[in-house]
């Protein structure tokens, strides 16, 4: 609602005073949004900077812009998170990673778990990474983000154990927990995160986690959480987290 | 994940130890679950009870159970939140009312905002009402609700604001709030619920809302609210609201 639209641009297109607008970009500002020279935008560098920026020229598909005011802005999550989502059906990832963006993930693992039903071949790997990296540039820009998220490769149980030693905090979402009366609250865990730790967020596909996973994720340190009472779907449960760990951290601050 | 079903019945077809299940319900239980006789399931009364059961009898399209066990659920959020959504394009609607209901929405409201692309005449009106009411029941049974949220006829903003007039406590998702420094966090709202307050949120559509909703709101105490510093889209912000209101009172407890 009459706020400027956000591009993500290369470190190499940042001039001095001047940034270059190519590709999908350009055809963006002068087709989708119809800019003409005088008109505003906001450009984000890739070291999570961003500026105000006016356009002086459109040539050629090329959009040039002059730099006018540096912002400071302070909308990332204070802790990094990452989702690693059990393969779901149908384009349900696609709405994970669209809305985990606007709620501040840092970076997704799509995770082949035991009772996923879809399969990915390496071609089909491949498509699917690039629409999601198109995914979390598009949903990067429209809620204003000044960095994209990652998006890994896929990875199994194997490779996802190895990847979790980069990670102070390692946790999963087990409906098991929902269901009985001795649990552990999600919020115990947030109270212990530091500024900046990197967290590690698992969650089961459809059918949950196999019993075999949830044995090695538990011995790998990963902690079962609880979501409030209800069973949520596995699309679900990314958004609870993100949404609470936002409230929690750049809400409440308690 | 090795649950039983769950099945919302009409009050008059409970009788003395036993329910009957009919039609879609009965269908569901010995086609799509396959159930046969001394397969248990859980039935649901409209009065919030919920009682497991047995089959005894499937005959004629109409299933018979015997009531086993009474259960102590407590799984509906302590404070009662309705959602009035600015209708959204597309079917987003229908992502808002079942990921509302997973995460334990009491009622939602379609809102005709100023902004809303979509308009509905009665008779598209009756049709989306009827889909609403299927989606909050499936997804009360799939997230174990012992309630079925409520979906509202269409209310544009004079009917919205007689019928806040119901309501403890009226909050709006204003994005503006988030753009600035000076907000009102959503925490100190939240932190002011008292239990069972009725809690009304109201969503803009797509493009805000219009400058005169946000003056008639804010007359009629309705409260701005921020939900973290990114800007969220539509559908993302009742997720938001409800999972950091099960945040707070189900999880955290502070």
Same mark, same amino acid.
């Given at each position: ?6 591009? =993500?641009?290369?470190?190499?297109? @940042? ?22 020279? #005088? #008109? ?25 812009? !002059?730099?006018?005011? @540096? ?6 999550? $204070? ?8 393969? $779901? !059906? ?8 669209? *809305? ?19 399969? @990915?071949? *390496? ?10 990296? !198109?995914?979390? *540039?598009?949903?990067?820009?429209? &809620?204003?983000?000044?960095?994209? $998220? ?21 946790? =999963? ?11 552990? &609250?999600? &919020? ?7 500024? &900046? ?58």
């Amino acid at each position: 609602m009459f706020q400027l639209q956000r591009y =993500f641009l290369p470190a190499e297109d @940042w001039k001095d005073q001047y940034v270059i607008i190519r590709g999908d970009d350009a055809h963006h500002i002068t087709r989708v949004m119809r800019n003409r020279i #005088d #008109d505003q935008l906001i450009c984000n560098h890739p070291d999570s900077e961003s500026a105000i920026c006016r356009i002086t020229e459109i040539e050629n598909g090329i959009v040039i812009a !002059k730099i006018e005011k @540096w912002l400071d802005e302070d909308v990332e999550l $204070p802790v990094d998170v990452t989702i690693a989502q059990g393969l $779901p !059906k149908g384009d349900k990832l696609d709405l994970v990673i669209q *809305k985990g963006t606007e709620l501040g993930a840092r970076s997704f693992i799509p995770f082949k778990a035991d009772r996923s039903v879809v399969k @990915w071949d *390496k071609k089909k790997e491949e498509k699917k990474l690039d629409r999601y990296r !198109k995914i979390v *540039k598009e949903a990067s820009e429209q &809620s204003h983000r000044t960095e994209i $998220p990652l998006i890994h490769p896929s990875m199994n149980l194997v490779e996802l154990i190895k990847e979790s030693a980069n990670y102070q905090v390692k946790i =999963f979402a087990y409906e098991e927990e929902a269901k009985g009366t001795d649990y552990l &609250s999600f &919020s115990k865990v947030v109270k212990q995160f530091h500024e &900046s730790d990197r967290v590690l967020v698992c969650i089961g596909p459809e059918g949950g986690f196999s019993l075999d996973e949830v044995e090695t994720l538990k011995e790998n340190d990963f902690i079962p959480v609880r979501l409030g009472p209800r069973i949520l779907r596995t699309e679900t449960a990314p958004l609870y987290v993100l949404a609470s760990i936002s409230y929690h951290l750049e809400e409440l601050r308690c």
